[in-house]
Nanobody
């Protein structure tokens, strides 16, 4: 069994910073792409940033220059540093990872439970 556990959400004023972290654990053979998505009330879940095991990072246009995604492959963790936060960044943030469990030849998509980020104006 594979689990993704997130931490780091909370309430912050506009212009402030938060750092989200996500750790993958369990029956893991390899971890491919990791990323963060968010879902605001009444809206669809959207990509925030993704980071492959190697290669180019990808950010939503709305967060470019403000958010930074990083990962620690040795610890199977991914983090999202969020600076210059805006009220429109308010959402539940979800960690996602494409993981190959032991005993499988293909990857499966796993999601964390979500962490609330609220930015007050």
């Amino acid at each position: 069994q594979v689990q993704l556990v997130e931490s780091g959400g909370g309430l912050v004023q506009a212009g402030g910073s938060l750092r989200l972290s996500c750790a993958a654990s369990g029956n893991i053979f390899s971890v491919n792409t990791m990323g963060w998505y968010r879902q605001a009330p009444g809206k669809q879940r959207e990509l925030v940033a993704v980071i492959p095991s190697s290669g180019r990072l990808n950010y939503a246009d709305s967060v470019k220059g403000r958010f930074t995604i990083s990962r620690d492959n040795a610890k199977n963790t991914v983090s999202l540093q969020m600076d210059s936060l805006k009220p429109e960044d308010t959402a539940v943030y979800y960690c996602n990872a494409l993981i190959v469990p032991f005993g499988r030849t293909g990857g499966l998509s796993y999601w964390g439970q979500g962490t609330q980020v609220t930015v007050s104006s």
